[in-house]
């Protein structure tokens, strides 16, 4: 079983555990069941006689009508998986150095045996022909699918397309009658706070209701490139995977996928659905053709430090301490459509079709969502001034890796507290660089120094220094000197390990912040 039966999780957010995909292996506890009441309003003081109370009551909202409408959709799924495939993916049994351990019920661990294991999950109709929407990770690797009706109906179910990304597939089955099934809605109408219910089948129990609010919206847990979760305090458990997530007129505005259990163990109000605007454009997709197109831009951006935004001539943040909107081209790839366009390294994108660009994720998100071909207006800012272009969307499935442009961070000598040395033959041959690179290699960083501080580390080859391209140690030396005159901090493109990016050395400041906050790129570039 891969990553997707694992129930997406990644090491930047450590025991997430899918709620969904559920293994039979073990014999279930008894379940003890306890009753709730609501206290609504101070009861009258007691009198002798009959009570009877006055004002009208304030009760919490009752789901039982919405239920009963949209419960005959949601499905119950059942998957063969090959158990060398389990086996794999288990990893050793729960926990097995996995932050996302394999997930059996009650811990308990499948036996060692060729035999297929039994993986259930959750699922619903979007049409009376039989569309079945789930989870990837529910159906990843099965050799048989089957998919039971609310009145207990089983049907053999065919995987239509699976999309990994997104963690989304699409099944289909066959009746002879038509089916109930329930419609999407609009998940960017959706509001923290709002009242949500969600229907599945945890642990083999097939129907079960939870209610909640949509706890916050747009959230990235650094499990794949198109994070947007909506996360919601409904208790989502193992075999959640796939069901609906409702609002309280019937419509789906998610599929629960996910949730955070630092114990590895049930539901503590921390789940996370996929919105429905999501599902919607995959679904399609994988109706139409099996398979998902997305977006291309061409451009590898990162986040901006408020001292990079300095740097940049940036206005400052709306919010003090977060990091200032936009997405910095780190890079651009040759023949891409962001290159064709005239975007350029250092270039800061804000809007996308008019819209705020929050963030590189942001913008990566929204670039996969368009149809390759469309024509959109990129706005950003170089050199301090706002600028848009219009660019063509390519196709990512087609596009070749984003080539690392030139651009690296500088430091000054004993000014910044680093050591450099010219880009010789033999330098290239240790670093592994073509002859087409060009720079400053730095051969040492002082401890505690501005450049240390800002992750600047030895290897690393300076590109640039405040937009002017550098070739020899004495070009980048000059060129510090000249940004430190003007008392603002130095904005240095490194080559490391053959991706560019950018870092801002603030020696006033004694630190500096690379784009992901710990001079690693590979935490917030976004490939667009």
């Known amino acids: 079983m891969n990553q997707e039966q694992r129930g997406r999780v990644r090491n930047r957010v450590p025991a997430l555990l899918a709620g969904c995909a559920f293994f039979v292996g073990g014999v279930a506890s008894p379940l003890g069941v306890h009753a709730a009441r609501a206290d609504t309003a101070a009861a009258p003081a007691p009198v002798a006689g009959v009570i009877k109370p006055t004002g009208t009551e304030q009760r919490i909202p009752d789901f039982v009508g919405l239920v009963k409408q949209v419960k005959p959709a949601v499905v119950s799924i059942t998957a063969m998986i ?96 038509k089916l109930p099934f329930i419609e999407l809605g609009r998940s960017d109408d959706v509001q923290p706070g709002e009242w949500v219910i969600a229907v599945g089948n945890p642990y083999g129990l097939g129907g079960t209701v939870t209610a909640g609010i949509v706890s916050a919206r747009g959230r990235d847990i650094n499990e794949g490139p198109y994070d947007n979760f909506i996360q919601v305090d409904a208790p989502i458990n193992r075999g959640n995977s796939g069901g609906p997530l409702f609002t309280q007129d019937g419509k789906v505005v998610g599929v629960n996928t996910a949730i955070l259990s630092p114990s590895g163990g049930g539901s503590i109000g921390i789940g996370f659905a996929i919105p429905s605007d999501t599902v919607r454009s995959v679904v399609d997709q994988l109706r139409k053709s099996g398979h998902v197109v997305r977006g291309y831009l061409g451009v590898n951006a990162q986040t901006i430090s408020p001292v990079m935004a300095s740097a940049l001539n940036l206005p400052a943040s709306t919010q003090p301490g977060a990091p200032p909107a936009g997405a910095l081209v780190a890079s651009v790839a040759p023949g891409s459509p962001a290159e064709k366009a005239g975007l350029k390294t250092e270039d800061v994108v804000t809007e996308l079709n008019g819209q705020k660009v929050g963030s590189p994720h942001d913008l990566a998100v929204r670039v996969a969502d368009i149809a390759p071909g ?155």
């Open 82 to 177: 090959k158990a060398s495939v389990a086996e794999s993916e288990n990893g050793g049994g729960m926990g097995g150095g996995s932050p996302f351990p394999f997930p059996f019920p009650f811990q308990m661990m499948p036996q060692q045996s060729r035999q297929p294991v039994e993986a259930r999950g959750s699922g619903f109709l979007i049409s009376a022909d039989g569309y079945v929407v789930t989870n990837n990770h529910v159906v990843k690797g099965a050799t048989k699918v089957t998919v039971t009706l609310d009145d207990g109906t089983t049907l053999p179910a065919r995987v239509v397309g699976r999309d990994s990304k997104t963690d989304l597939a699409l099944l289909k089955v066959t009746s002879s009658q």
């Open 374 to 528: 469309t024509q959109v207006t990129i706005g950003y800012i170089r050199a301090g001034k706002a600028e848009t272009t219009k660019v063509t969307v390519g196709n990512l499935s087609g596009a070749t890796s984003a080539a690392s442009a030139p651009g690296a961070p500088t430091s000054a000598g004993q000014h910044l507290g680093v050591s450099l040395v010219p880009l010789t033959q033999q330098t290239r041959q240790q670093l592994g660089l073509g002859a087409d690179v060009h720079g400053v290699v730095v051969s040492d960083v002082e401890p505690g120094s501005a450049a240390d501080q800002a992750g600047v580390r030895p290897g690393d080859v300076i590109q640039a220094v405040g937009g002017a391209s550098v070739d020899t140690p004495k070009a980048v030396v000059g060129a510090v000197h000249t940004a430190l005159a003007a008392k603002k901090p130095v904005l240095l493109r490194i080559l490391r390990e053959g991706q560019s990016l950018f870092v801002a050395v603030s020696p006033e400041q004694g630190a500096a912040a690379p784009a992901s906050g710990d001079g690693e790129s590979d935490g917030d570039d976004d490939a667009n």
